[in-house]
């Protein structure tokens, strides 16, 4: 038997990148995968078509993370359709790319609103379904924990505050069993970074293996 047989796994922004790759990942391992998008719907269908032809069980539901209604409502619709929620994969998230002292209140809003609130919120509406002995994993970034470039700042903020939710989180539902891990990957080949980008190589120099992670 798979590794996830029976259970349901919510993928925030499971359209693209690294998203994708997980919802595939845990399809593979036997568990049905909820991917929510925020606009593209066709990338969410091909997501869902490539599980399916896989053998594994998916489904799309359109939710934009800065909505906190349709955040609310794609858990409750994703628990109507699957009939429980076991693990809860917090990877919705954007980033501003540009100088600190040009970045508006109005971007900052925006990074905080997807990459911290929109993990609060779907976290919050997740819990209320979550089986004991479950699993919350938020995606977080290797910026999140050292700030390595310049032109980052929003995202590296947030990326940090997700850390410290993390953390705190843990103690407040270790007592039913519940885990919840922030996962900071460093440069990784997606289309919003590609490894063949105009920053690739600056992001390459900063690793060990002087390379882009895979999806």
């Given at each position: 038997?798979?590794?996830?047989?029976?259970?349901?796994t919510?993928?925030?922004?499971g359209?693209?990148?690294?998203?994708?790759?997980?919802?595939?990942?845990?399809?593979?391992?036997?568990?049905?995968?909820?991917?929510?998008?925020?606009?593209?719907?066709?990338?969410?269908?091909?997501?869902?078509?490539?599980?399916?032809?896989?053998?594994?069980?998916?489904?799309?539901?359109?939710?934009?993370?800065?909505?906190?209604?349709?955040?609310?409502?794609?858990?409750?619709?994703?628990?109507?359709?699957?009939?429980?929620?076991?693990?809860?994969?917090?990877?919705?998230?954007?980033?501003?790319?540009?100088?600190?002292?040009?970045?508006?209140?109005?971007?900052?809003?925006?990074?905080?609103?997807?990459?911290?609130?929109g993990?609060?919120?779907?976290?919050?509406?997740?819990?209320?379904?979550?089986?004991?002995?479950?699993?919350?994993?938020?995606?977080?970034?290797g910026?999140?924990?050292?700030?390595?470039?310049?032109?980052?700042?929003?995202?590296?903020?947030?990326?940090?505050?997700?850390?410290?939710?993390?953390?705190?989180?843990s103690?407040?539902?270790?007592?039913?069993?519940?885990?919840?891990?922030?996962?900071?990957?460093?440069?990784?080949?997606?289309?919003?970074?590609?490894?063949?980008?105009?920053?690739?190589?600056?992001?390459?120099?900063?690793?060990?293996?002087?390379?882009?992670?895979?999806?």
């Amino acid at each position: 038997m798979s590794k996830l047989a029976n259970m349901v796994t919510p993928v925030t922004g499971g359209s693209r990148g690294i998203g994708a790759a997980i919802a595939k990942g845990l399809a593979a391992e036997g568990a049905s995968v909820v991917i929510t998008y925020a606009e593209d719907a066709a990338a969410a269908s091909a997501v869902v078509k490539a599980i399916e032809l896989a053998g594994g069980k998916a489904v799309a539901i359109r939710a934009d993370a800065v909505k906190v209604e349709a955040v609310k409502g794609a858990v409750e619709k994703a628990v109507a359709a699957l009939g429980r929620l076991d693990v809860l994969v917090n990877n919705a998230g954007t980033a501003i790319l540009k100088p600190f002292e040009e970045t508006t209140l109005e971007e900052m809003d925006h990074v905080l609103n997807i990459n911290v609130r929109g993990v609060f919120v779907t976290t919050q509406a997740g819990l209320k379904h979550m089986n004991d002995g479950g699993r919350i994993i938020n995606i977080g970034s290797g910026v999140g924990e050292r700030a390595q470039a310049r032109g980052l700042l929003p995202y590296s903020a947030t990326k940090g505050a997700a850390k410290m939710f993390t953390q705190a989180l843990s103690r407040e539902v270790g007592g039913r069993g519940i885990t919840v891990n922030n996962v900071r990957p460093g440069p990784t080949d997606t289309d919003l970074n590609p490894a063949s980008g105009d920053r690739a190589v600056r992001q390459k120099a900063i690793t060990a293996l002087n390379r882009f992670g895979p999806r």
